[in-house]
């Protein structure tokens, strides 16, 4: 049972233009929610996370919406660039030492 | 932010031998670190959970008598694929917790001749 659902599979944006990833999960005891970046054959680096008890937060180009009661929570990238190409992955677990469990990932295509 | 490092970074071995990959924690000390899986396109496969001096907890369907994990210290955990074949062949990722969140290493490309 795939217990955070990721969407889109793919996304192409413009320069410029606002890239939005959207995952939802089951498991109401997860309480921590982060998003990582993953550049071909590298390692997935943290890029933004979140925790419950805000709606959103936002870091530079990077903003996390996320919705409680809908469970769900989504990544926002504004401003979009090519440099910003690359797969994204959203995650959740209870607490940052326990299993994460990401989601199936979104590859990322900023056109110029 | 906390840094793990993954070393090395790409092995090409003949099929039968092993092969050992060393993931460290150089800036903080990872009571836990967990090893993953990552198939092309597709996303990261937990295989174990490693806790420094205890065995480590393997997920199903892992083999653990192939891949052996330790981890000796606070701060390096190891990988050894044992007599690897070309189905081993796969993108290896290390993660460790620091300072509130989750670090990953960058990866060993592992191709089984």
């Known amino acids: 049972q795939q217990q955070v659902k990721q969407s889109p599979q793919s996304l192409i944006v413009q320069k410029g233009g606002i890239s939005i990833i959207n995952c939802a999960y089951e498991?109401?005891?997860?309480?921590?929610f982060p998003w990582y970046q993953q550049f071909p054959g590298k390692g997935p680096a943290l890029l933004i996370a979140i925790r419950p008890d805000v709606s959103e937060k936002k870091e530079g180009r990077f903003t996390i919406s996320f919705n409680k009661s809908a469970k769900q929570f989504s990544l926002h990238i504004m401003d979009s660039q090519p440099g910003d190409s690359a797969t994204y992955f959203c995650?959740?677990?209870?607490?940052?030492?326990?299993?994460?469990?990401f989601g199936t990932g979104t590859s990322l295509t900023v056109i110029p | 932010g906390a840094v793990v490092s993954q070393h090395p970074s790409r092995v090409i071995c003949k099929s039968g031998t092993s092969v050992k990959i060393e993931c460290r924690s150089l800036?903080?000390?990872?009571?836990?670190m967990f090893w993953y899986r990552q198939f092309p396109k597709k996303s990261l496969m937990l295989m174990a959970t490693s806790n420094e001096g205890s065995k480590a907890t393997y997920e199903q369907g892992v083999e653990k008598d192939k891949f052996l994990i330790n981890h000796a210290s606070l701060t390096l955990s190891t990988l050894t694929v044992t007599s690897a074949h070309p189905e081993d062949s796969s993108f290896y990722i290390c993660?460790?917790?620091?300072?509130?969140?989750?670090?990953f290493g960058a990866g060993t490309r592992l191709s089984v001749l």
């Open positions: 993660s460790a917790r620091g300072s509130g969140d989750r670090y």
């Open positions: 995650a959740a677990s209870k607490n940052t030492g326990n299993q994460f469990y």
């Open positions: 498991n109401t005891a997860f309480d921590y």
């Open positions: 800036d903080f000390q990872a009571t836990t």
